[in-house]
């Protein structure tokens, strides 16, 4: 790199700087250390050149070493942030992973309802047949409990029918005895008369 030798004045004093720095770089530092040392000797107006040099310089490394630490700080501060940052994209890494799982365990849950909708729907069809056949069942047995009255009823009908018909033949009966019994009687009588009318006709021979 190219020696740059710059022309610059400190504290009212002229100074030749060289450096492999840039001139503007170079000029920066130097107004830096007049600007320090006009500040200090502000606050020291009795103090000689060499001490406002000394104090400015003082003033500098104190000024160098904080931004040390500033810098070690920040450097600190950085790398606790880049493991963060590294624990943070793990976390998203996982959060990422759990988030497909739970969207696949979303979509697997969402078919299953799905099919169990279906299976719901299938079964309420399957009830409602079944309901149907019930009412269907339920209509024949009550027509064959009504049916089942008006044989019962029919039933009594002839029973009692059966009972009027069976007093009817008794009596029937009693009155064939009665019929039966008279003509025997009639039989026999007509066969006195026959033999009163044999003997009759014999007399009148």
Do not use: C
């Not at 030798?5 to 100074?15: A, L, P, Q, R």
């Not at 019962?152 to 029918?161: G, H, I, L, P, W």
């Not at 009693?174 to 008279?182: C, G, Q, R």
Request: no cysteine; aromatic share 8%; glycine share 2%.
């Amino acid at each position: 790199m190219e020696n740059n030798k710059v022309s610059v004045k400190i504290y009212g004093h002229e100074y030749t700087i060289a450096g492999n720095k840039t001139r503007d770089h170079i000029i920066k530092v130097a107004d830096f250390v007049d600007r320090k040392m006009h500040e200090i000797a502000k606050a020291l107006p009795t103090g000689s050149t060499a001490d406002l040099a000394v104090l400015s310089a003082v003033n500098i490394a104190d000024d160098y070493y904080t931004s040390i630490d500033t810098v070690n700080e920040l450097k600190s501060q950085n790398e606790q942030l880049e493991k963060d940052s590294r624990h943070y994209v793990q976390l998203w890494e996982e959060a990422k992973k759990s988030f497909l799982q739970y969207k696949e365990d979303a979509q697997v849950t969402i078919e299953q309802k799905e099919a169990l909708q279906k299976l719901f729907n299938e079964k309420i069809i399957e009830i409602d047949q079944l309901n149907l056949k019930h009412k269907e069942i339920e209509d024949k047995y009550n027509a064959l409990l009504n049916k089942n009255e008006d044989l019962a009823d029919r039933m009594k009908e002839e029973e009692e029918t059966k009972r009027s018909t069976s007093s009817v033949l008794k009596e029937l009966e009693a009155k064939y005895k009665d019929i039966e019994s008279s003509f025997f009687d009639l039989q026999m009588e007509n066969i006195q008369l026959k033999g009163e009318l044999d003997r009759y006709k014999k007399n009148e021979e």
